[in-house]
DNA sequence: GTCTATATCCCGATAGAC
DNA sequence: GTCTATCGGGATATAGAC
């Protein structure tokens, strides 16, 4: 934990380059993120991170794996309250977009890092339960539907208030963030009661 | 149009520009997108676009107005069609989406270039077109929900299934962005149907 | 309006010492 | 595992000529 002391790191560098990054992602947005100035807040030579990542976008893809194990958990948390599954569903969509409002960073480096993902297969791996977590909130009212299209219905609906939000589209600040959560609460609401729509092929 | 021919530009260099800098970032996405590279492909020195455009971020933010433009008249011409309101507005959802799985440089350009949108005030104008197609395709179905809260339950919900799918989540190729854009028009359906869950208030 | 030339800066990545 | 040193590349932006 002598984070930030001295120069030379004798904790663990790799995890305190993903805090740096995460640092300063959320500062200057991922386009702005350099391995270079990761390195020099830390005090370590620029070199020093080639020990732990091959080069700046493996770093990039340690985050967004990060951040899918803190995603996952707070929509397991987020919507572990309600008693029906309906209430269930749209809790998860609010913590959806909260974790959005709220972690901004990691959000970014999960959705709008410009990664080509198909070179990250742990990423992928990591991603997989965000996923799960729907599906299982799902399965208890999958009547009418197939569990996956209203899951990913929901989370492609949870997902656009998200990044509308993080665009600016619901204003800044606390209030934003609770709007679009509450929209996206809302709209779940709406899906889960008309998802018989959802599969017109019966 | 005298384009990639000769070492002059007598032409409309401005427009060439953007030109160049939609197959940019249609090939490396807006990340990879720099000036100097867009100068070289039009074979004029890389100072040249400094006479029409202040910055960088001033290029990509006329490609995103270029993109409202375009993205608007897509919109329109999509949901003509249909004559009920709700078919309208599954088909205007349906050519969000198709608008970003084909038109992909143009729309990371209007969403995912990283840009301050406080900054061009001109952009953030070309983008209320946009919101008002959608005002105008919901009024005819606002009974029980403020139009407005409609309107932007479907944007949003169009956006995730765009955003999602630019992100891979619905494979790749011509299939996928079938199958998101149905999707989106299936959700936007069941959306109408319970509207009248968007407004709890009342 | 465009060119040539240039200044500056930063970044990614590697080599070799400790 | 980290440092020093360095190479090579590319980008932004300005100055001044045509």
Redesign the pocket.
Known sequence: MARKRG????????EALIDAAVELIGERGVRG?????A??RL??????P???F????ELVAAVAVRACRRFRAQLVRGSSEPRNPADRLAAMARAYVRFAGTQRALFEALFSSGLDKRRYPELKAAEQPIDDAFQECVSALSNGTSPEELADAVEAAAHGHATLLLDGSFGEGYRAVELAAERAARVTLAIVESRRLLTPGR
Request: glycine share 8%; charged share 30%; net charge neutral.
């Open positions: 120069r030379y790191h004798h904790g663990d560098l790799r993120f350099s391995l270079a100035e390195s020099r005090g370590v030579a620029t070199s020093a080639y020990a732990h091959a080069d700046r976008d």
